[in-house]
């Protein structure tokens, strides 16, 4: 089974493109940690997400890659992998 765990930015790869519009050669999305979505990609700010703190930051970018945020499987766990996106 895949590592699911959003700490560990591991098999699940999930990227973003911050930058401008229209870029004039297509970016390799793999080719810089500033594509990732990982709670440590300081472009991905609280206002590009709409939260205003930090917990909620992490909370976002942790649900979009996986994570049981609201223990959605009922197992008492709210870190571990839901893979309810893939
Ligand atoms: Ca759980």
Redesign the pocket.
């Known amino acids: 089974m895949p590592d699911w765990n959003p700490a560990n930015a591991g098999p699940r790869n999930l990227y973003t493109y911050i930058g401008t519009n229209s870029p004039a050669s297509p970016v390799d999305l793999t080719s810089s940690n500033s594509y990732a979505v990982t709670t440590t990609n300081a472009l991905i700010t609280n206002a590009i997400l709409g939260v205003a703190t930090t917990t909620s930051h992490d909370n976002t970018i942790n649900y979009a890659r996986g994570e049981?945020l609201k223990?959605?499987?009922g197992?008492?766990?709210?870190t571990?992998p839901?893979p309810r996106n893939g």
């Open positions: 049981d223990d959605d499987n197992d008492g766990n709210k571990d839901l």
